[in-house]
């Protein structure tokens, strides 16, 4: 009973596919996001929705294009993929958005262009 | 948001007490300090937050001086299993930027 799971764990594709990565939450949380950490370890912020709604658009190119269908899924739809995609990709949620509530995420999924 | 700076790694002993400090100089009147636990290949686990004064829970304590220009993070008796990335985040929302971390190995 994984509180925020996603699919598939380890994504390998070459340039220039369209590939997704599925995130379900089973916390009742209003509020999903998708992080990236980059080969440095850096952990930034990507995009956040609030029950269904985007709210955080942080300068991600427009290849990446997230959905909701309802507020316990967030996917994440990346076209084009470029070599500087390759990273891990996580998925969060917490209760509500804007705030400093703890955000509970998952194991991530490590995606790598060739 | 204000940078925070910690250090690269730490070593320690399993039993012993390990203190991880943070600084947070430009921290802001509204931001709150967390601290997030990553292990290899999973997300980052939320272990603490607090705005001033010290913090206790089941897992960590924190402690913050009166002018919150730093943190420290205390984890009592570490164990082999404490060994992880430790995180030192100031904010007052949820866009979260998380740094190089602590990388914390406990010995036998």
């Known amino acids: 009973d994984t509180a925020v799971s996603q699919t598939p764990k380890y994504l390998v594709t070459q340039m220039g596919n369209d590939k997704s990565i599925k995130c379900e939450q089973n916390?009742?949380?209003?509020?999903m996001y998708w992080y990236k950490q980059d080969s440095k370890k850096f952990l930034k912020i990507m995009f956040s929705y609030n029950n269904k709604e985007l709210i955080i658009n942080e300068t991600v190119p427009n290849r990446f294009s997230p959905k909701s269908p309802d507020k316990a899924h967030l996917n994440l739809h990346i076209n084009s993929l470029e070599l500087g995609d390759s990273a891990v990709y996580f998925c969060a949620s917490s209760p509500s958005g804007g705030t400093m509530v703890p955000l509970h995420f998952g194991n991530g999924t490590r995606l790598t262009v060739t | 948001l204000a940078k925070t700076t910690q250090p690269i790694s730490m070593d320690s002993y399993e039993g012993q007490e390990v203190n991880i400090t943070c600084s947070h100089n430009n921290i802001a009147t509204n931001d709150y300090i967390t601290w997030y636990q990553q292990f290899p290949s999973q997300g980052p686990r939320f272990i603490i937050q607090?705005?001033?004064t010290k913090v206790t829970n089941e897992v960590a304590s924190l402690f913050i001086p009166a002018d919150r220009k730093s943190s420290t993070l205390s984890l009592p008796r570490v164990s082999l299993s404490d060994t992880a990335v430790y995180y030192c985040?100031?904010?007052?929302?949820?866009?979260?930027?998380f740094g190089t971390g602590t990388r914390l190995q406990v010995f036998p």
């Open positions: 985040l100031v904010t007052n929302t949820d866009k979260l930027i």
């Open positions: 607090g705005y001033k």
């Open positions: 916390l009742g949380h209003d509020t």
